[in-house]
């Protein structure tokens, strides 16, 4: 008996270590230069981009953050465009999930790797891209969805990623990535 209680417990022990594996990494924590990571609808974007704090910012005569989310299309699609326009930058953000929205309870994590997630990152200088059916371009990370309150109507979540291209050959970094939206 003392034997099958122990083999349990390495059994559980074993699960409990394959499954932290999995988990994305810890977003959660407030970094300086960055919205907090909350979950109450305040429409809030930020996140590294290769190390440096990057939130929203100026104006080219349209919102400099917008959300997309249709849980009726595609069963539940969702996506975020940011940008930051300044004297000396033009740099964009995307990011988003292509279907299965209305199919999850969170915590869920969505990795790069799935059929419908995607990402993109733009400068006057550099463009990358990622699609999953686009063999041009490596990719990884993930897209959280922390809270989906269908009520509330408030979508929150955490994001890393890394976008390479070939044809530009650079590298984009995006790390401690955080949103949360009224929808």
């Given at each position: 008996?003392k034997?099958h209680i122990?083999?349990?417990?390495?059994?559980?022990s074993?699960l409990?270590?394959?499954c932290?594996?999995?988990?994305?990494l810890?977003?959660?924590?407030?970094?300086?230069?960055l919205?907090?990571?909350?979950q109450i609808g305040?429409?809030?974007?930020?996140?590294?981009?290769?190390?440096?704090p990057w939130v929203?910012?100026?104006s080219?005569?349209?919102n400099?953050?917008s959300?997309?989310?249709?849980p009726?299309?595609?069963?539940?699609i969702?996506g975020?465009?940011?940008?930051?326009?300044?004297?000396?930058?033009n740099?964009?953000?995307?990011?988003g999930i292509?279907?299965?929205?209305?199919?999850?309870?969170p915590?869920?994590?969505f990795?790069?790797g799935?059929?419908?997630i995607g990402g993109s990152?733009?400068?006057?200088l550099?463009?990358?891209?990622?699609m999953s059916?686009?063999?041009?371009h490596?990719?990884?990370g993930?897209?959280?969805?922390?809270k989906?309150?269908?009520i509330n109507?408030i979508?929150a979540?955490l994001f890393d990623c890394t976008?390479?291209?070939?044809?530009?050959?650079?590298?984009?970094?995006?790390?401690?990535?955080?949103?949360?939206?009224?929808?």
């Open positions: 008996m034997i122990l083999l349990l417990l390495i059994y559980f074993l409990e270590v394959n932290a594996k999995d988990k994305p810890n977003n959660n924590e407030n970094v300086p230069g919205p907090p990571a909350t305040a429409n809030t974007f930020g996140c590294l981009l290769n190390g440096v929203p910012q100026g080219n005569g349209t400099n953050l959300i997309d989310y249709d009726g299309f595609n069963n539940g969702f975020i465009s940011a940008y930051r326009k300044t004297a000396l930058e740099t964009s953000i995307a990011i292509g279907d299965s929205m209305t199919l999850i309870t915590p869920y994590t990795h790069i799935f059929r419908n990152f733009y400068s006057d550099t463009y990358c891209q990622r059916t686009d063999s041009l490596f990719t990884k993930f897209i959280t969805i922390i989906i309150d269908r109507k979508i979540g976008l390479f291209n070939e044809k530009c050959g650079d590298t984009i970094k995006l790390t401690k990535g955080r949103f949360d939206f009224k929808f």
